[in-house]
């Protein structure tokens, strides 16, 4: 049986994988589409800056988050000052890290799905008098729809189990920040919690087998859809 507090650390990480994602979904998706359809000069380091994270030791990218978003940092000054938003601490703070770490999962995975839309399908739809938008929202967008839904629950996952750039950027704070993997982590720096160490765990891997059963089911679906 659970108890209030671990039903708390389950709230919490929830509502901040669903931040996260609502975070992180439009810009992946504009990522994504850009990186399977632009011709620039620089994709290619823009493609490695966005899946940087996935490389990068994950206290790092908190660490730069510290920087960044920081009480005097040149992003956390100005939203403090002129929003009253300050993110360091607070579960929003550990949101902002989900989101950075589950963007390189949720781009690729929408970036495959847009490649593997037929160009010719789209240069079919032009050729019948479909503009740029109504090509893209009746073609490309349902096409593609399996991968953004598999990216986007990838990311969820992904968020779920976040811990390096969450601890170091929002800290380990019972009830604001304390997610699954922050909990587990705490009980284990504490004697005789191995039954709530086992039980956060579980609960962790349940919330990882569902969201990926459901990104499979989800994408299966669509797919039928469409075609």
Known sequence: MLSAEEWTIIGL???????????????????????ARGRFPGKTLLDALI????VLPPVVTGWLLLI???SQGPLG???AAWFGITLIFRWTGAALAAAIMALPLMVRAMRLSIEA??????????????????????VTLPLSAPGIVAGAVLGFARSIGEFGATITFASNIPGETR???LAIYAALQVPGQEGAVWRLAAIAVLVS???????EVLSRRTRQHVL
């Open 179 to 181: 997610t699954l993997p």
């Open 68 to 70: 960044g978003f920081g």
């Open 117 to 138: 839309v037929d160009t010719r399908l789209e240069g079919a739809a032009r050729t019948l008098g479909a503009g740029p938008w109504r090509c893209f929202l009746t």
């Open 77 to 79: 000054r100005p939203l």
């Open 209 to 215: 087998l569902v969201a990926l059963v459901a990104s």
């Open 13 to 35: 990480s929830l509502k901040v994988g669903g931040a996260a994602i609502a975070i992180s979904l439009p810009p992946a998706f504009a990522l994504a589409y850009l990186l």
């Open 51 to 54: 899946h940087l994270p996935l």
